[in-house]
Every structure is written in structure tokens, then in C-alpha cells.
């Protein structure tokens, strides 16, 4: 049951993913843009220059801010991702199984498995 819930959960992070792979296309290009212009900005000596990069670089941050919504499939991403190691991990199997009071190196197993929790 748990796999089956996980495997939901996985598929549930895929279709949020998909669906904002393009606002997460645009925030990404958006942020490397402002890079760009800001980069620029501070190469210009102009004044008038620095005021043109200033007005595009608010008009890229305003397009970049619109695509706000990359972020959820940023934490689509985050959910794939635990999903994937959730899966991955092993079940918390004792390493005895059947514990004989008398024998001590069974005794010993137990003991270092509780040690190594």
C-alpha cells in the first residue's frame, strides 16, 4: 500500500511539473536576463544609459514576477525527488529475525542492530 501511495504521489509531482515547465522555462530566462542587464548597468557610464537599463531591466522584472508559479514546480520537483529516495529506501528490517535467549551471538546482533538505529 505504501508503494502504491507513493507511486501516486509521484505522478500527482509529474503532472504539476509538466504543467509549469513553461512559467519555469520564462523565471529562469527571466533571472538570467536581469543577470544581463545588470551586468550592463554597471558597465555604462552614462546616465541616459543607466536609466535605459533600469526601465528594461523593470520591465523584465515584471515579466519575470509573473512567472511566480515556476516555483510550484520547483516544489514538484522537491516532491519527485523524496518520492524517488522514499521509494529507493529499504524497509527497517530487524536483522534477527528469531532471537534465541541462549545464544550470545545472537544477542550480539540484536544488540548492534539497536546500536546502529
Not at 501511495?5 to 504539476?16: I, P, Q, S
Not at 514546480?73 to 524497509?91: P, R
Request: net charge neutral; proline share 3%.
Amino acid at each position: 500500500m505504501k508503494k502504491f501511495l507513493l507511486f501516486l504521489a509521484g505522478l500527482v509531482a509529474f503532472m504539476v511539473l509538466l504543467a509549469n515547465i513553461g512559467p519555469m522555462v520564462f523565471f529562469a530566462l527571466g533571472i538570467w536576463l536581469l543577470y544581463v542587464i545588470f551586468k550592463q548597468f554597471m558597465k555604462t557610464d552614462s546616465v541616459a544609459g543607466k536609466v535605459g537599463w533600469v526601465i528594461v531591466g523593470l520591465i523584465v522584472l515584471s515579466m519575470t514576477i509573473s512567472n511566480m508559479f515556476a516555483l510550484i514546480g520547483v516544489v514538484a520537483i522537491a516532491a519527485l525527488y523524496m518520492v524517488y529516495k522514499s521509494w529507493k529506501k529499504e524497509d527497517d528490517v530487524p536483522v534477527v529475525h528469531h532471537i534465541k535467549e541462549d545464544d550470545p551471538f545472537t544477542n550480539f546482533e540484536r544488540e548492534w542492530a539497536e546500536l546502529n538505529k
